[in-house]
């Protein structure tokens, strides 16, 4: 293979294999499924196989000269396609280089080298929000071009609903050339929104569905890179099979951990101040990204799983703060008759409100209060402004 980072689908790469070996590669191919899943990886994977001079067990070397060019984005005949700034571009007309500045050309090399070194990494260039009609004209013009040394030509189109995103133009466009398309040519669209893309497109490719990587896999390879065994599992768990957010999230473990337990100590205090840093964290979290917030409360959710857990169970077996466990077994021991499950509908009830713009400091302050009740073992009752009598 071209990159030992990527986690091959050995389903979808036997199907795509036995296609090549019978001679009955479609067309144009699209890869879907949700980000993280490998998606462009097993693209690029394909190019390489079909112009590799020495495949070895099915696979493409990594090493003949066109595999390093396919790697590096420098093979004559793989051509990539995705959404890019429009720079100098005026017209329809104007040639695509015009999409390029100084700066801009820098950046998409810089990003193709990061992606040459991680097949999980997206690429996304500033200011780039479509596929440009002229990068499809362009492609026009290349496709009626022969083909150096009788190789495949392979065409990948990243983020490909960005054909159709704001408007279809590109996409009307190539569906031309995906209806006659040129012998021995290969489209790759690959995307994680398919539903947005034309059905006269769909039409034209046969799908490849690339599902979630398992927990299981993914808590394995963060492990393996040298991550804490505990913070590995969390975050395997809310990384919800996607590898490139595993990765990041992995950057970030130590310091979660940290506004977890600051999270989880307002969530037990009857200190005011005590809950004021707890907002103040969250309150932050939302404005630089809400999906950190996010993550955040589903670290939370996973603690109060491990409360409800032993609570029924007395056992440590499926425990994932296992590094918690003394203090776990305590707060057991401390709230006999709290409704852990109730605890964790809070949590999550208060993420979807602030998700959704809830005025952020009422909604922890109200949680905090709700998960108390809670741990008392009392019945919630949402406050009912009817039930409500002025003295
Ligand atoms: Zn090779």
Redesign the pocket.
Known sequence: M?SPKLLINNKNWQRLVRSRNSGKLPHALLFHGSEGTGKEGHALELA?LL?????TNEE?????????KTKSFQHGNVKLILPLPRGKIKSRDDSIEKAFSSSTLKEYWDLLKQKEDDPYFPIRLTGANTILINSIRELKHDLALSVVNNEWRIILIFQAEKLCIPSPEAAHSLLKVLEEPPEKTLFILVSSQPGTILDTIHSRCQSLYFPPISTQILQERLINSGTDPVQATVMARISYGNVRLSQELKENSTDLMEKLVLFLNACFSNDPSIWNKCIDTTARLKIKDIRQMEQLFRCAVLFFRDMLYYSATGSDDEIIYKNKMNKIDKLTKLYSDADWHSCIQHIENTQNYISRNGYLPVQIICMILDIQKSLRGEIYEPFQLSDWTPV
């Open positions: 071209i390489a112009n590799c001079s020495r495949i493409p070397c990594g090493n003949c000269p066109s595999c390093i």
